[in-house]
């Protein structure tokens, strides 16, 4: 009897170590963002974002494995969504998406306090091109604000931070040149410069004005060669008298 006891405290205890350790390894909510997000019940659409660009399956691999820089993610609500112009989200193409998706994304774990120190403009996931995505994170000590030359916000609120991935609430989405440059139709052709218009013609004599003041010219001369040869006669005729 006592032999069966020990082997059934035995296995109660291997059970629980088991247990422990497996709850080590996968604390609960960090192992996947879509779960982080959804206890908060206001990030639907920003989830359909991460999923339909696939950007949750790295984020997730990473946190699964407990290595690396870890990620600080922007939230927009699903408020801040529905303030886009109407339309805005489903006329992005695909890879404006993911390039939407990937601007809320910074892949570094940065606690609230670090806001003060973080070097600008930041690098996001889309890239560290600082004209077409210029995510600029400034801190007073008591509210985070954001700029992205295009959108003014601010962090609402600390959805979830554990040392490896950190989730801040904004009202906005961010956007910028970079996102909204993407499959954007090309400029309109510049247009000729027109040409300088030609003086009035008051100010500029035109060439049948000339000819009239040439061809009175000419009239005025021959009159006076007739009246010089007539008195030329007159006196003739009296010399022969």
Do not use: W
């Not at 963002?33 to 696939?54: N, W």
């Not at 992005?92 to 806001?115: G, M, N, W």
């Not at 916000?153 to 440059?181: F, K, M, N, R």
């Not at 009239?219 to 007539?230: M, Q």
């Amino acid at each position: 009897m006592m032999k069966q006891l020990s082997s059934f405290l035995l296995l109660l205890a291997l059970l629980h170590l088991c247990n422990k350790t497996s709850s080590q390894s996968s604390p609960s909510g960090a192992s996947d963002i879509t779960s982080v997000l959804k206890k908060s019940g206001k990030f639907a659409t920003f989830i359909g974002l991460l999923k339909s660009t696939q950007m949750d399956e790295p984020i997730n691999s990473q946190l699964q494995k407990s290595t690396g820089q870890g990620f600080t993610i922007f939230a927009p609500t699903d408020t801040a969504f529905s303030d886009l112009k109407t339309g805005t989200l489903n006329s992005f193409t695909d890879e404006q998406k993911i390039k939407l998706a990937q601007f809320h994304i910074i892949p570094t774990y940065l606690a609230v306090s670090q806001f003060q120190t973080v070097s600008n403009p930041v690098r996001t996931e889309a890239g560290n091109d600082a004209v077409g995505f210029p995510l600029n994170v400034l801190s007073n000590g008591t509210q985070v604000n954001i700029t992205t030359g295009l959108v003014n916000t601010t962090v609402d609120s600390t959805v979830y931070s554990d040392g490896q991935l950190a989730v801040y609430e904004i009202p906005d989405v961010l956007l910028s040149q970079g996102i909204l440059g993407t499959g954007a139709p090309a400029p309109a052709p510049l247009l000729p410069k027109a040409k300088k218009a030609s003086p009035p013609t008051s100010l500029a004599p035109s060439k049948s004005t000339t000819a009239s003041v040439d061809s009175s010219g000419a009239v005025d001369l021959n009159r006076y060669a007739s009246i010089v040869a007539s008195i030329g006669v007159t006196v003739l005729a009296a010399l022969s008298l």
